[in-house]
Nanobody, 122 residues
């Protein structure tokens, strides 16, 4: 069973920085891409950033130039560096991975982490 475990959330002042990590484990054949989404109270879940196995990245418009996604393929881990944080960045951040599990390597499935809270407040 593929699992995603996130870490690194917390409380930070406006203008501050955080680094989120997400590691995928358990029965993985290969990972197609990994990314981060966020959901604020009363709002829909939105893409923050994603990175493919080839290293191509995609960012949500509201975080471009402030957040950076990176990936360590050898560790099945994706990172999100959050800089110049704003109160509107407050949300639960979810890790996402699309992967081929060992038991069904021909199929691509989406997996989610449990989420980590990021709160930006003075």
């Amino acid at each position: 069973q593929v699992q995603l475990v996130e870490s690194g959330g917390g409380l930070v002042q406006p203008g501050g920085s955080l680094r989120l990590s997400c590691t995928a484990s358990g029965g993985i054949f290969s990972i197609y891409d990994m990314g981060w989404y966020r959901q604020a109270p009363g709002k829909q879940r939105e893409l923050v950033a994603a990175i493919t196995s080839g290293g191509s990245t995609n960012y949500g418009d509201s975080v471009k130039g402030r957040f950076t996604i990176s990936r360590d393929k050898s560790k099945n881990t994706v990172y999100l560096q959050l800089n110049s944080l704003k109160p509107e960045d407050t949300a639960v951040y979810y890790c996402n991975a699309r992967a081929h599990p060992r038991t069904e390597a021909a199929y691509l499935y989406g997996y989610w982490g449990q989420g980590t809270q990021v709160t930006v407040s003075s």
